[in-house]
């Protein structure tokens, strides 16, 4: 148990529609990073929010956003949605944003667009 | 970027049976962690060991950072072992925790 809970566990939509993802994460972490995992690959970095900002980002168009909240939670939005959107998303959490900071991970959201 | 590289990509283990799985880096890292995924998705953080050894329990991990790897030890494996086993590092001079993932190792312990 990581104390990191992501909703929904599973979501099915249509391409060009838009999704919003919600993750919780452990009391005392500021910093929330999400992640997106193909079937069969390891996770790629999106990016990731320290104190409600970005803080860094990685190879992912606009259409992938995000907003942290000062209780712990945050949320992933990808608007118009494509084929190839369809993954795990998975939330991780960290005391900081250092490099020294072990990361913990949510169980994560399966999404599949039709 | 910095690229991440597991091997064996699947190992198949007879309960009781020792184990080693590698993980090899193309750059100097700051940061190295060793998760483990289960059957339900979810990532377990192992190891935070951009350098040295350190072990818990069945598990132990070494990470040479002069010599770009990094090494898994399962002991003694349980089924409960099966799954994903992930490396993910962190270049230097990055700032914060952006890992990059390898490939994987799928490990399949049979009773």
């Known amino acids: 148990e990581t104390g990191v809970t992501q909703s929904p566990t599973h979501l099915i939509k249509t391409r060009g529609q838009q999704v919003t993802l919600r993750c919780s994460s452990q009391?005392?972490?500021?910093?929330v990073s999400w992640y997106q995992q193909a079937l069969g690959q390891g996770p790629q970095f999106i990016f990731q929010y320290y104190r409600e900002e970005e803080n860094g980002r990685g190879n992912f168009p606009p259409r992938f956003s995000g907003l942290q909240f000062p209780n712990y939670s945050s949320e992933l939005n990808v608007n118009a949605l494509e084929l190839d959107d369809s993954a795990l998303y998975l939330c991780a959490s960290s005391f900081g944003p250092g490099s020294n900071e072990k990361l913990f991970f949510g169980s994560g959201t399966q999404l599949s667009v039709l | 970027g910095i690229q991440v590289e597991q091997s064996p990509p699947d190992l198949i283990l007879q309960e009781g049976a020792n184990s080693t799985l590698r993980c090899n880096f193309s750059?100097?890292?700051?940061?190295l962690q060793w998760f483990h995924q289960n059957p339900w998705g979810q990532l377990i953080n192992l190891f935070y060991?951009?350098?040295g050894t350190k072990q818990n329990g069945r598990l132990s991990a070494t990470t040479v950072a002069t010599e770009r790897y990094s090494l898994l030890y399962i002991s003694s494996s349980q089924t409960t072992d099966s799954g994903v086993y992930f490396c993910a590092v962190e270049r230097s001079g990055a700032a914060g925790n952006k890992l990059t993932f390898g490939g994987g190792t799928r490990v399949l312990v049979k009773p």
């Open positions: 750059d100097s890292v700051n940061n």
């Open positions: 060991i951009p350098s």
């Open positions: 009391s005392g972490h500021n910093t």
